[in-house]
């Protein structure tokens, strides 16, 4: 065999199921090689689009991803999807075919040093230099890309070197044992909780990944402490558990930020600092700290622990459970918050006007959604409403990229979504500027059957930007970021999908089931009001704390 057979030999000992990405000259031996193996390799239309399917893959799966690509420009147009997946810590194996190892020490047609391109975006990256070390690269790559804190690695592979007989196998996959935390950092949490007033529980992304939901909840629950979560944490404690005060992370006052102001100690776990800036809830470093996950916590001046627990984060959480006798009640104030929330969250639930409220459309997709659904959120101003607004039963039911935050997302993130959960409802949110970066993946989508609808807030601008330049400059102070939009209904019609276009507040639900009822891809059209911004920065600016 030669080296590319060799290499997809042990792609399959790592159990991939799939591969996103696009055909080139220079991995067509990898190409061949796929034909007579299990793993189904999807055509996309653009290399960024795979990335962002083998983002989401992994981060649904706790297994890497696995996107491909030529050398040159299709290498280049995975690194906006490969950069996401390392910042947001989802496991993803990047694959660029490359010249030949002859071409590479002269000016030769697409070369680029992937190399040093990838090192910036990727936890590790090697080049097979020669066909026997293949097993050897691959095992190490998914290695590195899904253990903790998982992340984007890349393989690049010469085109003579893919050509090259070789013998060999696939390297065996170890078994690696979960980590256990120290006696006395459980004694030091411990002592910590026991002894404040009023603690609050943040929790991240790391919660899910290490599947701790369940001992999040207990935990919460037996020593009556209320959970806010960050934008990827979300789900980790049901949102209708009675001490759930729902998502951080927006980047000015809300009710939640009152129970930070009040907490005298703050639980993090599975805490990321990238999702959520410490120095935006312990500006002074005051607030003290208890840090439970899988790595040691991050420097930060404002994130300093006074305690941290380092381990499995269920294991911890159970064990500090054994000890932290806690009699308190929960802070007044966090329950009089979750009050606040709540109503404010169900004052939308029969609002008429149109165009549509980004809380009341988003309001309304929670009711057709069921528990396990899934919604893939791409980023502007409707990824803060939906982290705002959108609440989760359970864990990665809502993806939401907030440490690379790349537009573009949603839609091949829907695609992945509908690969690993057939049998789920699955909706991309997108803004109108989101949808027309990827939306030619909708193509993709109805290739391969993967029926899932996508609504796009329609506001004809980068609405999150204009919301920012409105916060600093003020009201009507906005400026380069308004454009026009092509007829959605038609543009989705003539690829094959269906398209909607809603018209009034009451023709959001049923427009939403029917399209959801699809065998095909739908899209729809729902013209937004986004003076909504202004006014919540209003509201927020007015907010007081007091009970």
């Known amino acids: 065999m030669n080296t590319a057979e060799l290499l997809v030999q042990c792609l399959e000992n790592e159990g991939v199921q799939y591969i ?19 793993i189904k390799f999807i055509t996309t239309r653009h290399e960024q689009g795979a990335a962002f399917m083998a983002d989401v893959y992994g981060r649904l799966t706790g297994k890497a991803g696995v996107c491909l690509s030529t050398l040159g420009p299709g290498a280049t147009n ?29 000016e030769s047609h697409q070369y680029l040093d992937l190399v040093a391109m990838f090192a910036p975006v990727t936890k590790w990256n090697k080049q097979i230099v020669r066909p026997s070390i293949t097993p050897e690269v691959v095992r190490k790559a998914f290695k590195r890309s899904q253990s903790e804190k998982p992340g984007a690695v890349h393989i690049d592979l010469p085109e003579n070197i893919a050509a090259m007989p070789v013998e060999g196998n696939p390297l065996r996959k170890d078994n690696s044992e979960k980590t256990y935390a120290s006696f006395a950092s459980i004694r030091a949490a411990a002592a910590a909780i026991c002894q404040a007033v009023n603690p609050l529980i943040l929790v991240g992304n790391g919660a ?188 990665n039911t809502c993806i939401i990229s907030n440490g690379f935050a790349a537009m573009g997302i949603a839609i091949p993130g829907a695609l992945a979504a509908k690969l690993v959960h057939p049998k789920r409802k699955v909706v991309a949110v997108t803004g109108d500027g989101g949808f027309m970066m990827n939306s030619q993946e909708l193509e993709t989508a109805l290739r391969v059957g993967t029926p899932f609808v996508t609504i796009i807030f329609n506001d004809g601008g980068y609405g999150l930007i204009e919301w920012k330049q409105e916060n600093q400059f003020g009201k009507g102070n906005s400026s380069f970021v308004h454009f026009s939009n092509p007829d959605f209904v038609k543009l989705a019609e003539s690829m094959g999908l269906k398209g909607y276009r809603v018209e009034s507040a009451l023709d959001l639900i049923p427009t939403l089931k029917e399209a959801l009822a699809q065998d095909v891809p739908a899209v729809i059209d729902c013209p937004v009001d986004y003076r909504e911004n202004w006014r919540f920065s209003q509201k927020a600016g007015e907010l007081s704390c007091a009970l």
């Open 208 to 395: 899910i990944r290490a599947h701790a939901s369940d001992a999040v909840t207990q935990f919460a629950t037996l020593l009556n402490i209320p959970v806010a979560n960050t934008f990827m944490g979300k789900g980790v404690i049901p949102y209708t558990h009675q001490l759930a005060l729902w998502s951080v992370g927006l980047q000015q006052r809300d009710f939640i930020t009152c129970a930070f102001d009040n907490t005298d100690l703050v639980i993090a776990i599975g805490y990321d600092l990238i999702e959520f800036s410490p120095k935006k809830w312990n500006r002074n470093g005051e607030i003290p700290i208890v840090h439970i996950g899988v790595n040691p916590a991050e420097i930060d001046s404002s994130y300093i622990p006074n305690a941290e627990v380092v381990g499995d984060i269920s294991d911890s959480l159970y064990e500090i459970l054994k000890l932290a006798d806690r009699q308190g009640k929960p802070d007044p104030l966090a329950i009089s918050l979750r009050s606040e929330i709540r109503a404010d969250y169900e004052q939308y639930a029969h609002d008429d006007e149109f165009p549509i409220k980004p809380q009341k459309l988003i309001y309304d997709l929670r009711q057709v959604m069921g528990p396990d659904d899934i919604v893939i959120s791409d980023v502007g101003a409707h990824k803060m409403w939906m982290a705002r607004h959108y609440h989760c039963h359970s864990p």
């Open 78 to 106: 995975l690194m906006t999807g490969v950069a996401d997946a390392n910042l947001d810590g989802a496991p993803l194996v990047a694959i660029t075919g490359q010249v030949g190892t002859d071409r590479m020490h002269i």
């Open 20 to 38: 996103f990405g696009l055909p080139g000259e220079e991995n067509l031996h990898v190409l061949e090689a796929l034909k007579n193996s299990s």
